[in-house]
């Protein structure tokens, strides 16, 4: 049954973005890049709202909310895996792309330690920031912890730890107590 609702999922994931090429997009990598770069942009709370309202159409599309309805747990588990693999390709692109681990316009490699605090600083101060920020949902709560695993995936020994990122100890409290909530209590792992 999981299976089943695994490719469902994976035919929402996988889009088709141009039909005569037959091209298709990965919509929740796309989620991803969204965040990131509206977050880039404008860390107000405007800004957080309209991009909360994006994800929210996104994940209560009318095929995800009948699977939700269907069967919630084992809907929201295979969600969980393909959100959680976005964040890990998502994340396999900064820790590959040449210029996302380079600096000084190109000219300078940047150190394998590095380049992890450049995408840990991106994912806890950017992301996950502006993630604790909206309001309290499965799929809020499954982004936090999808992209969070997918860092320390990612970047292994060089990865740093979360809490170095975080300035404010309640941010860091209620980051902890979601990461727990979502792997224990909705068993997502």
Known sequence: ???????????????????????????????????????????SARNIRKIEKELNDFYRQPDLHALLSENSKIAKKAIFNEIKDSATVYQQACAEDSNYASKLFGLMKMKEDEVANKAGNEVYNQVVRSL??????FWRNQMIVAIHLAYQEVFGKNAFKADLFFEEIDEYNEFEKII????KEQGVI
Not at 8 to 23: F, G, L, S
Not at 132 to 137: F, G, K, R
Not at 180 to 183: C, D, F, G, H
């Open 1 to 43: 049954m999981q299976d089943s609702y695994q490719n469902k999922i994976k035919a929402i994931r996988y889009q088709y973005i141009d039909r005569k090429k037959k091209r298709k997009g990965d919509m929740f990598v796309a989620q991803w890049l969204n965040l990131k770069i509206a977050v880039a942009q404008s860390n």
């Open 132 to 137: 604790l920020l909206m309001s309290d949902s």
């Open 180 to 183: 727990e909530k979502t792997i």
